[in-house]
Each structure stands twice: as C-alpha cells, then as structure tokens.
C-alpha cells in the first residue's frame, strides 16, 4: 500500500473551514483514498473515501488532485467536537479478501473558540 | 442503537492470567476486526475474519485467539498476558472485504500489571 504523509497537528478556529492534506506520491491506480477520525478516547471513525473524483457528503468535502498524487479533507465549518486526529488511508483493492486499513500518525486537528 | 460493541470498556489483571474481550455488530456485515492501539497511538491490525473465518492474521503471537461463533461477534481470547500487552483493542466490522467502510467500537482498554 502506499505511504501517506500528513502533518503532524493543525488548528483552525470554529466556524472556519479545516483544510487538511495528505500526499500520497506512490499511489497506485487501484489504490482508494480513505480519511477516518479519532475522537480522544474513542474508536475511528469514518469520514469519506474517493478514486479519482471529488467527493462530498454530510460531514466533509475530499478533493483529490489530478494526478491523484495529494488529497485535501476539508470540514466546511468546523466545530469544537471536529478536533480529533485525523487519518489518511490509502487502501489497496486487490480484488480479494485480504485487504486491511493501514493508520499512519495521523494529523491532530485542535479547533479553538 | 449501538452499531460496534465491545466488553469491556476496561480490564486491569495481572501478568499470566488469561483474558477475553467480547464483540458485538448489529449491523449484519459478514467482516470482523481486530486492531491494537498502543501508547504511542499507533492502530494496527490484528486479525480480520470473514463470514467466520480468518482471512488476515498479522504479525501476532500466538496466545492471541480470535473466535467468532457467528458473523455478528468475534472475540479475542489473550492467554500469558504480559505487559507488552497493555493497549486499547479495538473490533470493528465492514460489510465486505473490498472498498467497505470499517465501523468501529469504543475500544477495550487493557493494563496488565
């Protein structure tokens, strides 16, 4: 699977849009985008996932670039209870059963009043 | 009504006893997970079964024991605890295999002393 690389902790202020990135140079073409959150003390959760195109549902927006190279979640308006680690997964689809999500360090989004 | 469900939220025994954490999906997905938070905050996958049976077995010693009587609970079976094995463990489902989302439980923290 390819490597994801995020920074380390971001901050935004609350009811700001939070634009988090992800590289992934080594992505492949069958390679899927997956953004999961970690709320303090609680189990991952999932936000959105996309191929190639942009992606938008109730919690988040994920804008991939053309060469599918580097990703942006964004979180319209963030709210107190959005500061949590977020994680970028690139996941394998290899067309069986033996796939698994890898967690990398994650970025920790800390939203301020 | 809670999707992912574990029991129990904490266990403290000590070094060589023999432990079990339970869990539960509603959702009625066919995969089931395992994954080890450790205190470094590194989540990583244990063991993944489908449709009752094992499909992904990680890098784990043997007195780790998945058992899943049905597709609706797979439960971790630790024998010889030793300290290493301190950690928040947590299950998580998916309908399928491929490019399913994982729900997540609250997680299990373990201590051993």
């Known amino acids: 699977d390819a490597k994801t690389t995020q920074p380390t902790s971001m901050d935004c202020a609350e009811g700001r849009a939070a634009n988090l990135p992800c590289n992934h140079s080594t992505i492949s073409g069958n390679e899927y985008v997956y953004w999961y959150r970690q709320i303090h003390s609680q189990g991952p959760q999932y936000i959105i996932h996309g191929l190639k195109n942009n992606e938008t549902n109730e919690m988040a927006s994920l804008i991939i670039t053309e060469d599918r190279k580097s990703s942006t979640l964004i979180l319209p308006h963030a709210t107190l209870r959005d500061t949590a680690v977020y994680y970028c997964i690139v996941r394998d689809y290899r067309g069986g059963s033996n796939y698994k999500l890898t967690f990398g360090k994650g970025t920790l989004l800390t939203v301020n009043p | 009504d809670t999707a992912v469900s574990q029991t129990p939220k904490y266990l403290v025994t000590q070094m060589g006893n023999d432990k079990s954490i339970k869990c539960e999906q509603n959702l009625g997905h066919d995969t089931m997970y395992w994954y080890k938070q450790d205190s470094k905050k590194f989540l990583k996958i244990m063991f993944s079964?489908?449709?009752?049976?094992?499909?992904i077995n990680e890098t784990v010693p043997n007195r780790f024991s998945p058992k899943s009587p049905d597709k609706a609970h797979l439960n971790l079976h630790i024998n010889s605890l030793e300290l290493g094995d301190s950690a928040v463990y947590f299950c998580?489902?998916?309908?399928?295999?491929?490019?399913?989302?994982?729900?997540f439980g609250p997680g299990t923290r373990l201590t051993v002393l």
């Open positions: 079964y489908n449709n009752k049976e094992l499909i």
């Open positions: 998580a489902s998916s309908r399928g295999t491929l490019t399913d989302t994982q729900y």
